[in-house]
């Protein structure tokens, strides 16, 4: 079966610029994650969503952040006005546990470049 | 806080030889702990957990809360082990360390 996947898989945005990266978990899986990796460091939560409902945000870094999950499957990240240390591999992982759980799948990333 | 700590970006052995990947935690709960890895062009996957104590492709990690460490080992090193290890904490939330390269030369 098909794993998470993600798209763009490679986005290049001006300064200022909104950017929306989509996330397809693997269907059914009722968990989901979304993670900021920038360059030489590891995956730093953003925000984790039960099905529809969006139960931490806790590590998004602005309110120029925006995540939602409306019918509990697909995701989208929002950066609006996107600065420079906005760029890095936002990556999305799910799980058909509910919580925390350790055994996340994870999709291939989205690498945002802002210029 | 909780934090956890590799400290080494960049590990290089040769085939065969023992590898011993470092993990120091910061967490005063008790703590879950996990290896991932990520090998070339591939996404990053779950390697093993500390509660399995099982092995995998040859790795295994103990979990010491004295000195609050995870290390992963593996006695033969093969080149195909090359790839970014990260170790991983989860507490509210799971919390990566920084990763390790591991260069297995021929």
């Known amino acids: 079966g098909a794993g998470v996947s993600q798209s763009p898989r490679y986005k290049v945005a001006k300064r200022g610029q909104d950017v929306a990266l989509r996330c397809d978990p693997i269907?059914?899986?009722?968990?989901l994650f979304w993670y900021q990796q920038a360059l030489g460091q590891g995956p730093e939560f953003l925000t984790y969503?039960?099905?529809?409902?969006?139960?931490?945000k806790s590590g998004l870094p602005s309110d120029r952040f925006f995540a939602e999950r409306p019918e509990g499957s697909v995701s989208t990240l929002k950066i609006q006005r996107t600065q420079q240390e906005d760029s890095a591999v936002y990556l999305c992982?799910?799980?058909?546990?509910?919580?925390?759980?350790?055994?996340?799948?994870f999709g291939p990333g989205t690498r945002l470049t802002v210029t | 806080a909780q934090r956890v700590t590799q400290p080494e970006k960049l590990l290089s052995v040769f085939k065969g030889a023992p590898v011993e990947l470092k993990c120091n935690y910061s967490?005063?709960?008790?703590?879950?702990l996990f290896w991932y890895v990520q090998y070339s062009r591939q996404r990053l996957q779950l390697l093993l957990r500390?509660?399995s104590r099982e092995s995998i492709k040859g790795f295994t990690a103990d979990l010491n809360k004295g000195e609050t460490s995870f290390h992963l080992k593996k006695p033969f090193a093969q080149e195909e082990d090359s790839a970014m290890y990260y170790c991983?904490?989860?507490?509210?939330?799971?919390?990566f360390g920084t990763g390790t390269r591991l260069q297995v030369f021929p």
């Open positions: 992982a799910s799980s058909s546990s509910l919580g925390i759980s350790y055994e996340q799948y």
């Open positions: 269907s059914g899986h009722v968990s």
């Open positions: 969503f039960q099905n529809e409902a969006q139960l931490d």
């Open positions: 967490y005063s709960g008790s703590p879950e």
């Open positions: 500390h509660i």
């Open positions: 991983a904490l989860r507490t509210d939330k799971l919390i």
